[in-house]
């Protein structure tokens, strides 16, 4: 459920980011920023904590709303095993090509986060590439 609705915040800002795309654009260029960055410094806040607020105003559960408030930063979560989860999740989704964003190429995983999870580079590489490949199959 968390993974379905996390960048709900991205819809609800659309229309505001459409007025200041040039900025916003200029902003990530000239900064070397992600687009999550550029929201915050555009608007004071950022598309998952939107999202995570909706969340609480459709009553979901507190879990899935403080996941969602903190899938780009789970560092920030303490130690929210949810919110790693989905960050991890979001990564694998973006290293698979699934639902490529412009500003998909400057996503990160937060450091610590396959500490966190007790997941290798090895492992990792396995995900992606099973991801990649059920993808495929279903795609077709
Ligand atoms: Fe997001």
Redesign the pocket.
């Known amino acids: 459920m968390a993974g379905l609705i996390?960048?709900v915040?991205?819809i609800i800002l659309d229309s505001y980011i459409v007025e200041k795309k040039e900025e916003i654009e200029s902003f990530m260029e000239k900064e070397e920023k992600a687009f999550?960055d550029a929201e915050s410094q555009y608007f004071g806040f950022n598309?998952?904590e939107i999202?995570s607020e909706v969340c609480k105003k459709w009553n979901f559960p507190e879990s899935i709303n403080f996941a969602i408030k903190y899938?780009?930063q789970p560092g920030k979560s303490d130690s929210d095993e949810l919110s790693y989860i989905l960050h991890m999740a979001?990564y694998i989704a973006i290293m698979s090509g699934i639902g490529y964003d412009s500003d998909d190429i400057l996503y990160e995983l937060e450091e610590g986060t396959m500490d966190y999870l007790n997941i290798t580079n090895e492992d990792m590489s396995d995900i992606v590439l099973k991801v990649t490949e059920s993808v495929n199959k279903i795609s077709i």
């Open positions: 996390h960048d915040g991205k999550f598309h998952a999202a899938h780009h979001d």
